[in-house]
């Protein structure tokens, strides 16, 4: 023991010399290893890092954190000399580097302001070797480290004294500052400023953080800095200092929260910016903050009492009745209801009992139950955001011109006098799809009701046959009364709803003196106002939106009428129009002539095409690893049919995602392995032996199990833990499947998707259909598009490939990250070559002279032959350019990924866990085919009714089924035109054979029998099978034929 030194000290002192003597004993096995050097490095990490924690596990980092810095200094230098002799293909070889770094930080951040000289001095001085010795080899672990080094301690710098203590130096200053330390290293501090409750300074050091461009899009200290700010300020102030930042990406920073595990964080910052919405009655992405929120409280809040307590602080906050509505929603969603039901009302059945009923594989229904429906939800809101997102530019565009209509009138020149004269009209081009139309309507409707007036009205076409009846629709939804007509009929239709409510006129004048008083009312209580916003928007003067959801369903001649009338009182009431068109713009012109459209100031709205809509939703749902659900080829192309061919909504094709989600939950007893990997991996451990016996029965698993062993076939079929091990392998495999098929997938589709004529389709849907159903390189489009992409030029090339580096940038798995270090290296060996070939001396074989030129003028066929095959074989022997050659490795290695990751579903294991096949049940429930079902109704009554005494074995009609059941199958066996007493009299055989009457009796007809006939008749009418003809007196047409 050394003099002055304490026995602490010296137990120290011997247990670093012991930890470097074994790091030394370590790296000198290393080098004289016999293994190879990869094999060699994994077992140097792993020895590594054991000899670390048994040393580490010495001290506690909050009692004694010198020894431990020590440690780290010793480890540290230890490893950057043993890096020269370390694979560079040893993937644990950087990860211990940067893990050694962040925790040495984390560390060095703990320590107190001051570290004995001597520490100090030794840790720079090993962080500084060792950085350079790692720098030789070309990794940057160690930058961290190296910053601090270079400084006096780790809190000492001036510039962060100062910010720490609210005494912001110079920008320049600040600047530099913030360039050296890091991104990392500063969220670093922020987080150990937080843990120690110094949010105020972490406050302002996220703050300069946050505003320093250098660090735009790095290190989240926009969300930190807010975090902190709802964490200590009062809620005007917090109010103040979200103010300007956006809802949308306020959920990207919720998101974020949540996704790192911090929920608490992210309830408090959505909680926030709800709060901001709800006081300022805003609904922009309020109803996203509310179902965030809603979220994120229930899994904080054990009980429902709580999450109603807070949902009742928030409704008295609210300044608008929509947000009001979206709390009703969430409070019902999350099962929380404020009304106890009474003991007395019956019992209904729960969506999970519908959903047990019936249910194959009954076992784990709750399970599956609870899976689907939260797997569901997910998609639902994901498709919410990105439906609002898509209709938000035309949205805001349409908010833009109704602002500018209004304020147009305040404006005083003669331009804009002659302009307030016409009404403004903004003819708004939705497309076909016109189950979609209601749903942007209504989210146009809620924007203008919160955004610019109050006064909103929609109409459609078959609520107004005639012009009173649009006049009495748009003044009723304005002026929220009765509105009576002069119409006697009418009168009388009313007439027990006027004795309720008071009713006015239906006229324009009715309206506009209607208008004057709501306008003088709202002037004289808000005296102040007057004058807020010159040259802006009239506060007092908001315009009257009336909304044509389907203009070209309308009665032309009502909508030139009550255009005409409209203009009449247009000085007197600010009147707007929005016509809803499903075709084309010159709708508009065909339906109004120039003297009525000249009264109209129209502007053109065009929305995103269905198509484009599709895409998105598709590219954003279906062809991602985010959701474990999937569908096969053949369902895809039933749900892509409806669209394409019957509605092009984009509405009914997620519900029939839905439906299909639904089903394939409700059939498949192993969809409890369809979710989170996690989950599945848990979820295989608890499967029953029932289960476990359906697994070895699927298709995929049987073909799995004969590429086995002889005695691992054995165990698979009868050992149910070794299935249960070998199917969480298989599981994992299945979703790194999914990781890198959508990823080349994508590559493929932009490489080819701008050849000529599409060889691989335009949309990448078209190629992931082709992907499904076989191996897509088998395909001849396939080798067509190869061929093609050989032709590409250089320019062209590298573009391609420079996007297939962006798609693969963002993919974390493993391959992935392979791929993308290649396609990296072929772009950098693309761009080194020289634009200009020098030129080289020809060769011999260039020298021959062509065989064209020996060529006679006058040849024969057989000459003719000979010459194009020497030519053949002349380019055949032509050397390649250096680019050609780059090229045609680059397309073998787009080739070789193609190969490897784009196979079809149907080969991976277990692949029937995950995905829906049966195509055939979602076309019969959504591909309804009305006559045929009415068909198999009259002629196999049984199907739908299930009465035993309406079976029958033959095909014949039981003489006991309904009576147009009976005339239907006798008229099958009549010609085209049927003779109605013949009819009758067959009709009134079965019937009397079915009342077991006397055989002579058959054939005579009473009256009832005579009355039930012709009721089955004028059915079968109305149905469309026959109908009556001039041809022939008491015979009526047959209309069907066959299976028509």
């Known amino acids: 023991m050394a003099e002055g030194e304490t026995e602490k000290e010296y137990d120290t002192r011997k247990a670093i010399e012991e930890l470097r003597e074994r790091f030394q004993g370590l790296t000198t096995a290393l080098k004289e290893s016999s293994q190879s050097s990869l094999e060699a490095s994994l077992h140097f990490c792993q020895e590594f890092c054991q000899v670390l924690v048994e040393h580490a596990g010495r001290w506690k980092t909050d009692e004694d954190p010198l020894p431990l810095l020590e440690v780290y200094t010793v480890a540290i230098l230890s490893f950057a000399k043993a890096v020269s002799c370390l694979s560079s293909e040893c993937e644990n070889v950087p990860l211990l580097l940067e893990k050694l770094a962040l925790s040495c930080a984390e560390l060095l951040l703990l320590l107190p302001q001051h570290v004995p000289g001597a520490l100090w001095e030794e840790f720079q001085s090993s ?23 270079q400084q006096d301690g780790v809190w000492s710098n001036t510039t962060l004294s100062s910010i720490l203590s609210n005494q912001i130096p110079q920008t320049e200053q600040v600047h530099a500052y913030l360039e050296l330390e890091g991104a990392t290293l500063l969220n670093m501090r922020i987080k150990h400023l937080i843990k120690m409750d110094s949010v105020d300074k972490a406050a302002v050091l996220a703050k300069i953080c946050s505003e320093y461009p250098g660090y735009e899009g790095k290190g989240n200290f926009k969300q930190t800095y807010l975090l902190c700010i709802c964490m200590t300020k009062s809620q005007e ?20 929260l949540e996704s790192d595990g911090d929920e608490k964080g992210a309830l408090c910052l959505c909680s926030a910016f709800l709060k901001r919405q709800l006081l300022q009655g805003d609904v922009y992405c309020a109803w996203e903050l509310t179902l965030f929120w809603s979220k994120l409280l229930m899994r904080l809040e054990s009980s429902a009492d709580a999450f109603l307590g807070h949902s009742k602080e928030m409704a008295l906050l609210c300044r608008s009745v929509c947000h009001i509505l979206f709390l009703i929603k969430v409070i019902q969603n999350e099962g929380c209801f404020v009304f106890k039901p009474s003991c007395k009302k019956k019992k209904t059945v729960s969506l999970e009992d519908h ?23 997910k998609i639902k809101s994901d498709t919410e955001v990105l439906q609002d997102e898509l209709n938000r530019k035309i949205l805001d565009s349409l908010l833009d011109f109704t ?23 903004a003819a708004l081009v939705l497309g076909v799809n016109v189950p979609d139309h209601d749903m942007t309507f209504q989210s146009l409707s809620d924007l203008l009701l919160h955004s610019v007036t109050p006064h909103v009205a929609s109409v459609q076409a078959k609520e107004c046959g005639a012009l009173k009846h649009l006049m009495k629709r748009v003044l009723e939804r304005l002026m929220d009364t009765v509105v009576t007509v002069d119409d006697e009929e009418e009168e009388e239709a009313e007439q027990t709803s006027t004795q309720l409510h008071k009713s006015v006129h239906c006229s324009l004048s009715t309206l506009c003196d209607w208008y004057n008083t709501k306008t003088k009312k709202s002037s004289t209580s808000t005296p102040g106002k007057k004058r807020c916003s010159p040259g802006g928007d009239d506060p007092q003067q908001p315009p009257v939106v009336i909304i044509f959801k389907d203009l070209e369903a309308f009665n032309p001649r009502v909508l ?41 100031c129209i502007e053109l709205f065009q929305s995103l095409s269905c198509t484009q809509h599709l895409a998105t939703v598709i590219d954003k749902l279906i062809l991602t690893p985010q959701f474990p659900f999937k569908l096969n080829g053949k369902v895809m192309q039933v749900l892509i049919s409806i669209f394409l061919y019957h509605d092009f909504s984009v509405r009914n094709f997620i519900k029939g995602v839905q439906l299909a989600l639904l089903e394939h939950f409700h059939s498949q007893p192993l969809s409890v392995l369809c979710c989170r990997k996690k989950e599945a991996v848990l979820n295989v451990m608890q499967l029953s032996h029932r289960n476990l016996e359906r697994i070895r029965h699927l298709p995929s698993f049987k073909r799995y199990v004969e590429k086995q062993e002889p005695q691992e076939q054995v165990n698979l079929l009868t050992d149910d833990t070794r299935l249960k091990v070998v199917c969480q392998k298989l599981i994992k495999g299945l979703r790194k499947y999914h990781k890198n098929y959508y990823p080349v997938l994508r590559c493929l589709h932009t490489l080819t998707s701008s050849l000529p004529r599409y060889p691989l389709g335009k949309q990448v849907r078209e190629l992931h259909l082709i992907c499904l159903e076989k191996h897509v390189w088998e395909n001849e489009d396939y080798q067509t598009a190869m061929k093609l992409l050989k032709m590409l030029a250089k320019d062209e090339l590298i573009t391609l490939l420079q996007r297939c580096v962006e798609i693969l940038q963002p993919v974390k798995s493993k391959k992935m990250k392979a791929a993308l270090v290649q396609l990296k290296d072929l772009l950098t060996r693309f761009k080194q070559l020289d634009t200009v070939a020098a030129e080289t001396p020809p060769c011999a074989e260039d020298c021959i002279t062509s065989p064209v030129k020996d060529l006679q003028k006058k040849t024969d066929l057989f000459q003719l032959q000979k010459t194009l095959l020497e030519m053949n074989e002349s380019r055949r022997a032509k050397k390649l350019s250096p680019f050609e050659v780059l090229r045609n490795e680059a397309l073998e290695f787009i080739d070789s990924l193609v190969k490897s990751h784009l196979s079809p579903p149907e080969s991976q294991t277990l692949n029937e866990v995950c995905y829906y096949t049966s195509s055939a049940t979602v076309r019969r429930h959504l591909n309804a085919t009305p006559r045929t079902s009415i068909q198999a109704a009259l002629s196999s009554p049984y199907y739908y009714l299930q009465n035993e005494s309406l079976k029958t074995e033959d095909g014949s009609v039981s003489n006991a089924a309904p009576d147009i059941c009976i005339a239907y199958k006798l008229h099958l066996e009549c010609g085209r035109l049927i003779n109605l007493y013949d009819w009758l009299e067959a009709y009134a055989t079965v019937v009397s054979a079915a009342e077991g009457n006397n055989p002579d009796s058959f054939g005579k007809v009473d009256e009832v029998k005579h009355a039930r006939f012709i009721q089955a008749v004028s059915e079968l009418e109305f149905l469309g099978f026959i109908k009556s003809t001039k041809q022939k007196t008491d015979h009526v047409a047959r209309l069907t034929w066959g299976g028509c």
């Open 237 to 256: 102030q917090l109010m103040e200092e979200i103010a300007s930042i956006d809802c949308k990406d306020a959920l990207e920073m919720i998101c974020n």
């Open 355 to 377: 959903f047990s009923h019936g249910c194959e594989g009954a076992e784990n229904s709750e399970t599956r139950f609870k899976l689907c429906q939260d797997l569901w939800d």
């Open 127 to 149: 962080m500084k070797l060792a950085h350079s010795l790692l720098q030789e080899s070309g990794s940057t672990q160690l930058c961290l480290l190296s910053v601090l080094a």
């Open 403 to 425: 602002r500018k209509c209004s304020s147009t009138r305040q404006h005083i020149d003669w331009a804009s006098q002659m302009r307030a004269s016409e009404i403004p009209t």
């Open 560 to 600: 030139q009428d009550f255009i005409l009338i409209c203009s009449r009182y247009i000085e007197r009431l600010p009147l707007m129009f929005i016509f809803g068109i499903a075709t084309s713009p010159s709708t508009i012109q065909h339906m109004l002539p120039h003297s009525v459209s000249s009264l109209l």
